[in-house]
């Protein structure tokens, strides 16, 4: 792949600069280190460990530009799709499974303990992880405590959902999402996507009883809800919450 190969200057001479910078943007990983990796190894002894240790991080890098580019091109329709069927944003449609490795890698470069995903999502089973295109402008929702709203405390936006009906009130969606005793879920916001990424989703696990009584009290949270990671929450500049409370 020219853009993993190349350096920028080259590969934007052979891609143009629309092409390049759309899979930069897509992968959202930098290109040209495999032209990098490649001028350290050429003068090892290709039977050293440090040339063995070079070897094995291009196929990975390699393999990583590949497979982001892969998952975008097998649900690229997605948007057009929507559009057509009249489907508002933020549904989904088009989801692609993805295997336990896939999901450790995605979770590790998005800043994530990998004890989050055994231990918050289901992820396996008869609830896999899936992974969509997420499009600048679609719309989600965040919870929130009253008293964190109070105070000006922003969601940090990494965890999203869709919307719920109308008749479940907070209390009811604080044991569904198994959301933290700090937060009852009393406030509810748009989240918008404020680029095109990559979204995770996958269903909450039951929480509390006997696990992190610190975190969840006595109480036990069935979960089962489905919640959405996004590609780095309001810090990354991934996701906007908006002003004003959801009904």
């Known amino acids: 792949m020219i853009y993993a190969k190349e350096t920028e200057v080259n590969a934007r001479k052979i891609l143009g600069n629309d092409v390049y910078d759309d899979i930069a943007s897509k992968t959202g990983i930098p290109g040209g280190k495999g032209h990098q990796l490649y001028e350290q190894w050429r003068v090892l002894d290709p039977k050293s460990a440090k040339a063995n240790a070079i070897a094995h991080e291009s196929t990975e890098y390699y393999n990583s530009v590949r497979n982001r580019v892969r998952i975008l091109d097998n649900i690229e329709n997605?948007?057009?799709?929507?559009?057509?069927?009249?489907?508002?944003g933020g549904l989904f449609t088009g989801e692609v499974s993805i295997n336990h490795k896939g999901i450790h890698k995605l979770f590790t470069q998005r800043g994530f303990n990998e004890s989050v995903i055994d231990n918050v999502f289901i992820g396996s089973g008869k609830a896999p992880f899936t992974v969509s295109r997420g499009f600048k402008g679609d719309e989600f929702f965040i919870d929130s405590s009253l008293n964190d709203y109070l105070a000006g405390k922003s969601a940090s936006g990494l965890f999203i959902r869709e919307k719920l009906p109308n008749s479940i009130l907070h209390l009811d969606r604080q044991n569904l999402l198994a959301l933290p005793a700090s937060n009852n879920a009393f406030i509810t916001q748009k989240a918008i996507l404020a680029k095109d990424q990559i979204l995770l989703r996958s269903k909450v696990r039951a929480q509390g009883g006997n696990k992190q009584p610190a975190v969840f009290g006595n109480r036990v949270l069935p979960g089962g809800e489905a919640q959405i990671i996004t590609s780095g929450g309001v810090r990354s500049g991934a996701v906007k919450i908006m002003p004003g409370i959801e009904k």
């Open 78 to 88: 997605n948007k057009s799709a929507r559009k057509a069927s009249n489907i508002s």
